[in-house]
């Protein structure tokens, strides 16, 4: 029972990581306009700037993740 829930939630395809991604996005967007609003000016715009440049941190290492474990699975059927 706890497996099948437990697949739910590993990202296993590049659309998966890219849907992901895209909420993520989403989301740091939508925190970023408040931050505008709670502080107009320079702290606002740097603090919008960090919410959309964690999100590029975050999708880059999904990605990489997904290319680095399907080399890893290939590396293995290689052997065996």
Avoid: N, W
């Amino acid at each position: 029972m706890f497996e099948k829930i437990k697949r739910l939630f590993v990202i296993k395809t590049p659309v998966e990581a890219y849907l992901i991604i895209y909420a993520l996005a989403l989301g740091a967007m939508e925190r970023g306009k408040l931050y505008l609003d709670l502080y107009p000016g320079f702290g606002g715009k740097l603090l919008f700037v960090a919410c959309s440049g964690a999100v590029f941190m975050a999708g880059g290492k999904i990605l990489d993740c997904l290319k680095h474990e399907k080399r890893l699975k290939e590396q293995v059927e290689a052997v065996f």
